[in-house]
């Protein structure tokens, strides 16, 4: 089975064709400029042949067009024709709580993304585009829409309500969502299988990448995250603030003179452990900065890593327990340094890291001791499968 999975926004298109039962990815690639002028960036995985060529892309329709294209191309494609492709499977930002699973897209369901447009004003519009661009260049063929928010939406109220008037509940569905939730759902779920279904039934998983969230997760099933209305709320992330007292966007935007707009702008962009640093919004940069004696970038790592840690000891009591901790993400794959610092001081809760374990990376593997309470795992993500299994299985 070939499945094609999109990942649009406004300005690009992300794609792999893959096989959903055995996770191979066939060939992959990034639409860009879409809207100013167009380029696209593929390769083909068994062969490492690459090609980036400028074609006009004046709407998403002409990127879809062009990687229909290039996957049936003689010399760069993969398919013959664009027939072999069984299904599409979109990554879709704010299903509201409106969707708890992902579905077959139809008028019902774009309605339903298209409401969701106030949640999610700079995703939503741009994936509705890529639904659409698809259908155009392949009416009839089976897609399926994966939301991001879904997983969360077994929260239970006291996680997910806030504080505040209920008419804005109720009114206007003001709430926690959470983010990254095809991530946090694979991530949990292979822990869940590596461990043989056993000692993992309170799972926190640390999705630390250039965005940031964590979930305690029950018997399979989300309970909280960090993430909230949007992707700003949570640990402090590679350009976002993360949690803050909502006085201080108070405070900055009477001292500058600048809109609400502006101001999330900043928190959102020119904030997180960038602000902090001064060098960088990407870790592998300010780890690098910290040992050549950077105090600012200390300063960025240690407080990245005491507000992931806070909010493990948060989900352990929530979840009344711990069995797993799992890394995934940029981050949480790579960074043994990142991993170590989250871990340190966490004894009282069973956790035990094995130095030498730790020090692996990119790979499924356990890094807590044979005597930790808590099983420490680093479990590569892989949002691109699970989509594509998930329209596989609805397609099917
Ligand atoms: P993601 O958003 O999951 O793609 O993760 C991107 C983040 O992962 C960037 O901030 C990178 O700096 C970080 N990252 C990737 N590799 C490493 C590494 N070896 N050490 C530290 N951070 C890394």
Not at 53 to 58: A, E, R, V
Request: hydrophobic share 40%; net charge negative.
């Amino acid at each position: 089975m070939n499945i094609l999975v999109i990942n649009a926004g406004s300005s690009s298109l992300k794609y792999q064709l893959m096989n959903p039962d055995t996770g191979d990815v066939t060939a992959k690639g990034l639409c860009e400029r879409i809207g100013l002028d167009g380029r696209l960036n593929h390769k083909v995985i068994a062969s490492g042949k690459k090609l980036v060529k400028d074609i006009p892309m004046p709407t998403h329709k002409e990127a879809i067009e062009a990687v229909m294209d290039i996957l049936v191309d003689s010399e760069y494609g993969v398919i013959k024709s664009v027939d072999e492709i069984d299904a599409v499977g979109h990554r879709v930002l704010h299903g509201g709580d409106k969707f708890v699973a992902s579905c077959i897209i139809d008028d019902a369901c774009k309605q339903a993304i298209r409401d969701c447009i106030p949640l999610g004003p700079l995703h939503n519009p741009a994936n509705l585009m890529g639904i659409e661009a698809c259908e155009k260049a392949m009416p009839g063929k089976p897609q399926v829409a994966v939301f991001d928010t879904a997983f969360h939406m077994t929260m239970p109220p006291k996680a997910y309500r806030y504080a505040i008037p209920t008419k804005y509940y109720t009114e206007d569905h003001l709430r926690r969502y959470g983010f990254h939730g095809t991530s946090h759902r694979f991530v949990s779920k292979r822990c869940i299988e590596l461990m043989g279904g056993k000692n993992a039934d309170k799972i926190i998983v640390c999705h630390l990448g250039n965005g940031s969230s964590l979930s305690a997760v029950k018997d399979g099933k989300c309970q909280d995250t960090s993430m909230g209305l949007s992707p700003l709320a949570g640990v402090p992330m590679g350009t976002r603030a993360g949690d803050i007292d909502t006085c201080v966007a108070q405070f900055i935007m009477n001292k500058e003179g600048i809109s609400a707009d502006e101001c999330l702008n900043m928190l959102n962009k020119k904030s997180g452990v960038l602000a902090l640093s001064g060098v960088s919004s990407d870790f592998r940069d300010i780890e690098a900065a910290a040992d050549q004696g950077n105090e600012d970038c200390k300063l960025a790592l240690e407080k990245f890593a005491y507000e992931v840690k806070k909010y493990i000891g948060a989900y352990a009591a929530a979840l009344g327990g711990l069995d797993c901790l799992v890394f995934t993400a940029g981050v949480g794959e790579n960074s043994g340094s990142m991993r170590a610092r989250i871990c340190e001081g966490l004894e009282y809760l069973g956790v035990k890291i094995d130095a030498e374990k730790n020090k692996l990376r990119g790979e499924e593997v356990i890094i807590s001791t044979p005597d930790s309470k808590v099983t420490v795992w680093v479990i590569p993500t892989n949002e691109e499968l699970m989509i594509a299994q998930d329209t596989a299985e609805l397609a099917r």
